[in-house]
Nanobody
Framework: QVHLVESGGGSVQAGGSLRLSCAAS????????LGWFRQFPGKEREGIVV????????SYADSVKGRFTVSRDTAANIMYLQMNALKPEDTAMYYC???????????????????WGQGTQVTVSS
C-alpha cells in the first residue's frame, strides 16, 4: 500500500504561482510511475505530468507544458508540482498518483494508477 497526501493548493490570481506537494509513505519502492492529475467539475481526471522514477524524464500535457514543472525530493519521498503563469482554466482539483505497473503503463491515463491522494483544490481568479 502507498499513502499519498497532497498539499499546497489555494486561491491565486491569474499569472500567479503555486507549488503543490505530494508526500508518499508506505511501500513506495514498488511505485515507479508517479503522476499529477487534475479534475474539472463533471469531467474525468486528466493527466498533467507523469514521470518514471527509474530513468525517465517527465512527460507533460500540452496544456501545461512550459508553465508547470515536476520535481522530487527522493530522500523525503515528496513530489512537487510548481505551477507558474496560472490561468483561470487551471482551476480544478489536483491529485497525485502512483502506479506499480511496468513502464509501458506509465502514461497519463488515470486508470493505470493504483494509488491516489485525496486531492487539493486550486482556484485561479481572473
Amino acid at each position: 500500500q502507498v499513502h499519498l497526501v497532497e498539499s499546497g493548493g489555494g486561491s491565486v490570481q491569474a499569472g500567479g504561482s503555486l507549488r503543490l506537494s505530494c508526500a508518499a509513505s508506505g511501500n513506495t519502492y514498488d511505485s515507479h510511475c508517479l503522476g499529477w492529475f487534475r479534475q474539472f467539475p463533471g469531467k474525468e481526471r486528466e493527466g498533467i505530468v507523469v514521470i518514471w522514477t527509474g530513468d525517465g524524464g517527465p512527460s507533460y500535457a500540452d496544456s501545461v507544458k512550459g508553465r508547470f514543472t515536476v520535481s522530487r525530493d527522493t530522500a523525503a519521498n515528496i513530489m512537487y508540482l510548481q505551477m507558474n503563469a496560472l490561468k483561470p482554466e487551471d482551476t480544478a482539483m489536483y491529485y497525485c498518483a502512483a502506479g506499480i505497473r511496468s513502464r509501458r503503463w506509465c502514461t497519463t491515463h488515470a486508470g493505470n494508477f493504483e494509488y491516489w491522494g485525496q486531492g487539493t483544490q486550486v482556484t485561479v481568479s481572473s
